[in-house]
């Protein structure tokens, strides 16, 4: 009988244990990432947040959302800091409403660093990780212009005119072409979201002006994109005159058109360091690190992929991330009182 009791006793006690382990909530990842929609440069950042995840040994809840609206962001980050998250990285998509989101996450103690542009400032986010936009499209169209030999007419290519990024590089591009007497932007072309978009004005713009045309610039991924097929296809005609070009991104294609000739170049934006170096900061962050300053911009960098690096460009990249995150506990974070090392494993 007592043998019975204690065997009753035992199983009932695991029971218990069993109940109470189910009942524990699950842990959750420390940090989120948050891409406003399906498109290849959140593939392109994912590909950073996973090498963090790897090299770390730190888990990342990644989501991605239904479109790319403030308002969509807004829902689902919201959501997600009820669930008891304290670190985000995401992409402000409205320039002033982001900071709305960020302010209402900070409230909560949570940590906020943005990617791939800068919101308006001031920004109640500690930091910003992204390409200099501006200067990048001030680059490419410098780079554009050397090849065109300092003369003849530019024509812009924008994507979104609505997007914060996309007025800065046009901005910028203006400002270069001022600075070259011979030169001019002979057409501007916008509102692009799509690639079949891009196509159709490109083509049009060509049939229109094709001959007055020397030099394109796209600073778009889809632009890029469509004037990179549509010129491999142009420059196959011997009557056609040979028009430079310099655009934005590495999709495959544009990579390909690069290497057999029928583009010049395109800026390659550090879009593996748009998604490692905000998680590495915000890792610091939770382990006690506090900001420098009380906002801090830093610039991811970028590349300009000709002929001759065509292969090789991911290389260049990866050392300007090393450097950055080897100076994040150095010029951009202070330790916790007591401690001056440690927080970081070596990226591979």
Known sequence: MKRVLLIAAVVIVAAVVVAVILRRPSPIEPIVWYGPQPHPYNSAVMEGVEGFEKDQGVPVYKKTGQEGTQDNENLNIEALSTKGYMAFSFYPIDAAGANGLAKAL??????????????TLPTPAAFTVATDIKAAAMTACEELIRLMGDKGNILNVLESVTDLNTRKRDDGIKEVVARHPNVRIVQTLGDMPTLGD????????????????DGIICTGYNTTIAAASILTEWHKDPNHQRIRFVGIDTDTSVLQAIRHGAIDATIAQNTYGHGYIPCAILKLMLDGWTPAQEYQFLDAGIVIVHKDNVDDFAKDLRKVTDTILKDIKIKYLKAPPGRSDGGLRPST
Request: net charge positive; aromatic share 6%.
């Open 106 to 119: 900070k409230d909560k103690g949570a940590r906020i660093v943005f990617y791939g542009a800068e919101p």
């Open 198 to 213: 891009a196509v159709t004005k490109i083509q049009s713009a060509l049939a229109a002006r094709g001959g007055q045309i």
